[in-house]
């Protein structure tokens, strides 16, 4: 990111976003152009990010970026949303009457490594990235019939996917 007209000397900063730890540093400016390379943790575990990407790859492999994007950022909407578990891995792996609500989790798509692709997706995502605009889930109307997710109010169509917000 970039700082606009800060005057030379020291400055204290407080750097926040989304899905990551508050970071405090101290900076000093010179004149002219300057660059710091700061870096602000995630809040969630590698194995979490990971399984965030494998997801996403099981569930829109194939689709373009954008489409794994709002995949990705479908499931952390559910993570700030208080209907559902407050984990990647609780959403991932609920059951709701006996059911996966992912059904790679089912046909163990999810054991498929993450590609590049579903990495960066997940990472734009991560990054406060959402296509899915505030989605909380997402179906392939091609592959099901199933009443309630099409009765559900719709926020976008991306590819092969219509997302809701439940």
């Known amino acids: 990111f970039t700082i606009p007209e800060l005057p030379t000397g020291r400055h204290q900063l407080s750097i926040k976003g989304p899905y990551r730890q508050t970071k405090k540093t101290t900076i000093e400016i010179q004149p002219g152009e300057n660059q ?10 590698e194995d979490e990010i990971s399984l965030l990407a494998r997801i996403t790859r099981a569930e829109a492999e194939g689709e373009s970026l954008q489409g794994q ?7 952390l909407n559910r993570v700030n949303s208080p209907r559902y578990p407050s984990t ?9 009457n006996g059911r996966y609500q992912y059904s790679p989790v089912r046909d163990g798509r999810i054991k498929l490594p993450p590609t590049e ?12 990235q959402d296509p899915s605009h505030g989605a909380t889930g997402f179906f392939n109307p091609g ?3 199933d009443r309630w997710v099409h009765s559900q109010p719709v926020t976008t169509r991306i590819d092969g996917h219509v997302f809701f917000r439940y």
């Open 69 to 75: 994007t709002a995949v990705a950022a479908s499931i």
């Open 117 to 128: 692709a579903s990495y960066k997706a997940a990472f734009q995502a991560l990054a406060g």
């Open 36 to 45: 710091a390379d700061i870096s602000v943790p995630c809040i969630f575990a």
């Open 143 to 145: 592959k099901t019939r």
């Open 88 to 96: 990647i891995r609780d959403i991932v792996y609920q059951r709701v």
